[in-house]
């Protein structure tokens, strides 16, 4: 099973982009039929899917989020990155990254906690 | 897309069996048999119990069982144990190719 990591700024200003990278170990990003995903969790709430980029490098967003949101992937690396443009208070949230395999998320990184400060 | 429903809360002794439920709709739970179950204890990740509806990945305990009747799958876990003590959400494929999650369901053993 594969091991994730999520690591990025954890205060990022109103208008501004949220960019979060996300660490793999224990298989290359290229493995078959893995979808590398972000989540997110507002407290109290239940966690929301935000999208995924596909081993081979297709993207899929939820479309609320599709204006604002980008998934890449850097292979040599073995990282991929979430990118969130325009935030307001509204994403503040943990966010995490996620194997996407079948249709369950069978691995999640520790989540990394991202305020929006005005 | 709406959260599916979950209780808020589920309590039990230890020994007993608890039931969450997971209500959606035709659109997501009812339509694919695509349903996973999380657990997550405070500041830990998330971790998978059950998928595509009652399947247990390897290492989950014999306990935990997933079933699903029209739009609700539920999670049941049986010989309740401190350990269970966590949270629980429901996640379900969409009509739409998306994933959507449960509200949560904090499990309380008394």
């Known amino acids: 099973q594969v091991q994730l990591q999520e690591s990025g700024p954890g205060l990022v200003k109103s208008s501004q982009t949220l960019s979060l990278t996300c660490t793999v170990s224990?298989?290359?990003?290229?493995?078959?039929?893995?979808?590398w995903s972000w989540i997110r969790h507002h407290p109290g709430k239940g966690p929301e899917w935000i999208g995924y980029?596909?081993?081979?490098?297709?993207?899929y967003y939820f479309p609320s989020l599709e204006s604002r949101v980008s998934v890449s992937a850097d292979t040599s690396k073995n990282q991929f990155s979430l990118q969130l443009t325009s935030v307001t208070a509204a994403d503040t949230a943990v966010y995490y990254c996620?194997?996407?395999?079948?249709?369950?998320?069978?691995?999640w990184g520790q989540g990394t906690l991202v305020t929006v400060s005005s | 897309q709406s959260a599916l429903t979950q209780p808020a809360s589920v309590s039990g002794s230890p020994g007993q069996s608890i039931t969450i439920s997971c209500t959606g709709t035709?659109?997501?739970?009812?339509?694919?048999?695509?349903v996973s179950w999380y657990q997550q204890h405070p500041g830990k990740a998330p971790k998978i119990m059950v998928s595509?509806?009652?399947n247990r990945p390897s290492g989950v305990s014999s306990r935990f069982s997933g079933s699903k009747s029209g739009n609700t799958a539920s999670l049941t876990i049986s010989g309740l144990q401190a350990e269970d003590e966590a949270d629980y959400y429901c996640s379900s494929y969409t009509s739409s190719s998306t994933y959507v999650f449960g509200t949560g369901t904090k499990v309380t053993v008394l």
């Open positions: 224990g298989g290359p990003l290229s493995s078959r039929g893995y979808y």
């Open positions: 035709s659109s997501d739970v009812g339509g694919y048999n695509h």
């Open positions: 595509e509806v009652s």
């Open positions: 996620a194997s996407l395999r079948g249709y369950s998320f069978d691995s």
């Open positions: 980029i596909s081993y081979t490098g297709n993207t």
